[in-house]
Each structure stands twice: as C-alpha cells, then as structure tokens.
C-alpha cells in the first residue's frame, strides 16, 4: 500500500507541475494586458500580476456568469501557451473560483479551451492550471464565471515559451 501511495504522489506532482523551460510571461513583460473594465484605478489589469502585493485586477460587474468581463494577457508575436498560474486577491478573501479560457493567434478567431475550477482555498496560494500541452497563440483571455468573497478578483501569469 505504501509504495502505491509514493508513486500516485509522484505521478500528481508532476501532471501539475509548471512545464520545464516555460517563461511567466506577464511578470517578464512579453505580454501586454487588457481588460474589458476595471472597478477602478486601484482595482486595473497592472494590479493582476501574479503575487503582486498590492491588489488584484476586478472586473466593474461582478454578477457571477457575467459573459461580458474578461481580462487577457497578448503579444504582438506568436508564443506557446502551456497554463496559467491564479491567485486571488492581496487585500481581502475574494478570488475567482471558476473560469473559462479562450486563445486566438489573429485576435479576431477565438477557441475556448476548457471550463476550469481554480481550486484556490485562500487569497495568497498560487495554482497552476496545466492546457494540456502547448498551443500557439498571441492572445490568452480568462473569462471568470463565479468567485469566492464578494467579487471577481484575480492575479495571475502565463506561463509560456517564445518562438
């Protein structure tokens, strides 16, 4: 029994995992961020970067499934996006628990790639959520679609590699 608990260990760490050779792209600024509101000049995408101790971006509406609230991470030149790392806000207990993603390499096709759960249990904790291998993009959004606390509120990096 032991031996089958050391290798399932082991196995988990690795699937979750930041991929080796994979870059934070927001904090080494090759990415350039946009959203689509901020709540307010406290409150903008400069504030979303991940452990950044001051903060966290929040969209203007917070209405859980609110579709039209998006924060997104671009470049003017192709990248290979991998995952993502989340984390909620620095000053209060909110964070965003659910969330889709969408990629586009020309800003105007857009692909959804998956519903994901951020599994964040607190405000500080850094999560990783793995794609599920590279794809290549120039824009990454996030779309929340429900929080913990009392609003949408988000720090965050991707992880990525340039080519």
């Known amino acids: 029994m032991f031996k089958l608990i050391v290798i399932l260990s082991i196995f988990v760490a690795c699937v979750i995992a930041q991929p080796a050779g994979t870059l934070p792209g927001i904090q080494n600024g090759y990415l ?30 917070t209405a859980i499934n609110n579709v039209n609230q998006w924060i997104m991470a671009s470049s003017s030149v192709p990248f290979d996006v991998y995952g993502i790392s989340v984390q909620g806000r620095y000053d209060a207990n909110d964070w965003i628990i659910e969330f889709t993603i969408q990629v586009s390499l020309d800003g105007v096709n857009w692909q959804q790639i998956g519903y994901f759960y951020s599994n964040l249990n607190d405000r500080n904790t ?33 992880l990525m590699k340039i080519v």
């Open 32 to 61: 350039i961020l946009s959203s689509t509101t901020d709540y307010n000049a406290d409150h903008g995408v400069q504030n979303s970067k991940l452990n950044r101790p001051i903060r966290a971006w929040i969209p203007t509406t």
């Open 126 to 158: 850094v999560k990783y959520i793995d794609f599920g291998g590279a794809r290549r993009v120039r824009n990454v959004m996030l779309v929340p679609k429900n929080f913990m606390g009392t609003a949408y509120a988000l720090r965050w990096d991707v």
